[in-house]
């Protein structure tokens, strides 16, 4: 098990070392430190001095490879490849253009990211699984085939509405819930209700939908007839054997989102004012800041791998079938 | 080519080129699956079905107007000599010039729907008084004389409308039902039995229903718009039903062209690593798990600011602005699609992998057949049909995708008509006092009823193709 973990986390090298070679091209081979110094300055004020000083003060000034005027090793770290890509393989992520460190502004836009994504990923997947199980229980009759269609109907709304949706009628209209705005402790409960809620609807349709699918795959397997033959009622077969098996693909597959809910929602922490890693990553988006957004590629492909990693793991746990070589 | 002659000057944008490119593909497939049986056997399944005919209906309307509204022109301009012709610099289409008063009819601001008069009160010159009242529209029922006449003439109109789509489907009913019941050799009132009863094998009640729903549409909206903004005006005063409609272009484009660009991707990479084996195994999950594990939003985010860097250090390829809104769109396409082709491909992987151990694939490896040829007539023909559910299962996702994206703020240009567009317009107009919520409301109505027709089509052809369905009741 060890070893096979060992293996799995070796593996992940070299796709964190693709990842970074591929970041590095778009951000500064495609689009060479002058374009962003053009961008970022406007139209109105670009002269090549301009130009010289932007990337001066934000230390894109040093050849992209290979810095044939320093000696020895600073050859290869006096450049903008080790300082700002090779860096980031121990998370260092320099500054913003704002000038706050990166890697604290990370540490501290974690919580309030999960705050929201935590309890949006657990009470999403328990109103999943109960409706899919509905679903399920009442399998080819018009309540089922109702389901699917509201399922369907609720999938084809975009996100954006839900939220505007939320906010205009709960927090606007009947003054339930504050609009938007974050706290900390219990305080903030009153900020968390309405985006968790609004997350979890937009969810439903799929998710329930989806899960449907994988009982009703396991629904027809023989240890289900076996089960019904030993005279077991519909609702311990469902509860007792299709539940506990069909968990087996939906927690494996929830489990590679896990370590990305540190990342936040983009469109629902922006919307709601929430300060977490999603609106910093929309906001340097908007702003053209490229330091943060490819700090934010850095770690969201961190993250995956970690998920990809624990998936593998999960799966032996969960299926002491799968043997792990 | 000299186009001299012409009142105008056809301009081929690269999206248009694309989707005219994929018409005569969609086209071809068609001619080719008629001619075998057991190609057209899963699609006739598909026609069976009334929740998938009922959609294809509502989304063939959708294709229609996006098709006539990719063959864009420029108008010659009046004083423009006859050797030397100046065209104006506004790129139309094919759908602009049918729709015609509704795009140039632009008030001065905010107006509701089906008002009369603006959304906001202004100063207006009275008998040498300033008044402070809501000024009349421009254009929006600018034929009333007073206000009480506005609620009679709206119902009128629309009654005249929705009668008229029913007197059209009810003609069209009777032809169909006359040129049915010929082919079947049963009496009228025969064939009438069989399709109140749902005997059909067509369903032909849903596409009676349906047909007859969106002509009634169609009339009421064209009696509607004739003499009022149907869905109001937003900010400048633009209909936003022209809005609305010119948005059906871009989010079929963004559904269509991006699958195009996934699938030479998927298709190649896919059967190729699970064929081929080995290093070309390795080298081909290295590439796809690397580009899945970016976030995909940052990727696109990323390459749209290279387009944008582009396009204004190369001012001089793109002469007009409706060149330039295209190639970011097409650029957002492609990137979408670099993102989106590893589940395809891993699907397609697996699926090879089985299908390389097959005793016949083995057989004609025996005999020699290239690896080309087994591939193209062993391997492909029978991950075909993962293919195409993938394809219009992924199209009303990236419809979706492209609202958030623009949101984000790298989505397509903000000067393109579009859904995302115009819902992030309105964020700002449900702060305000009172709320402006029909562009809101319109952008919605469209993508919902695109979307939703989009996913009951995608259950229907899932159904029919995947043989694992085949077999539940």
Redesign the interface.
Known sequence: MLAYILRRLLYAIPILIGVNLLTFALFFVVNTPDDMARLQLGAKHVTPDAIARWKVEHGYDKPLLLNTRANGSAQFTDTIFFKHSAAMFVFEFGKGDDGRNIGNEIRTRMGPSLAIALPVFVIGLLVNITFALLMVFFRSTYLDLWGVVLCVVLMSISGLFYIIAGQYFISKLWNLLPISGFAGGIDGLRFIVLPVLIGVVAGIGSGARWYRTIFLEEIGKDYVRTARAKGLSEVRVLFRHVLKNGMIPILTGAVVVLPLLFMGSLITESFFGIPGLGSYTIDAIQAQDFAVVRAMVFLGSFLYIVGLILTDISYSWADPRVRLQ | MNTAWLNFDPVLLWTDALILTLLAGVLVLVWFIRRHEHLRAPWRSVAQRPMAMGSALVLSVFVIIGLLDSLHYREKLPDSLADAPHYSVDVLSVFDAMVGDLRTQQEKTYSEPLAMQLYAKEFVQRDGVAVREYPRLKFGGSHLRHASERVPDITRRSLIGLAQGLAVSLLLFGLLAAWQARRTQNSFGEWFMLWGEGRLDWPGRTVAVIVTLLLMMGGLLIHLAAAYHVFGTDKVGQDVLYISLKSIRTGLVIGTLTTLVTLPLAIGLGIAAGYFRGWIDDVIQ??Y??L????G???I???V??V??YV??NPDLFDTAARRADIRLLALCLIMGVTSWTGLARLLRGESLKLRTLDYVEAARAFGVSHTRIISRHIFPNVFHLVLIAIVLDF?GLV?AE??LS????GVDPSMHSWGNM?NG??LE?AREPVVWWQ?GAA?TF??TL??AA??FA?GVRDAFDPRQGG??
């Open positions: 290295y590439v798990t690397v899945n594990s970016i976030p939003v940052l990727l985010a990323a390459a600011l290279i944008q860097v204004e250090s009303s979706l609202a958030v949101y984000v703020g790298v819902i309105s964020r449900l809101l919605f993508m919902f979307v939703l996913n009951l259950d539940r009741q």
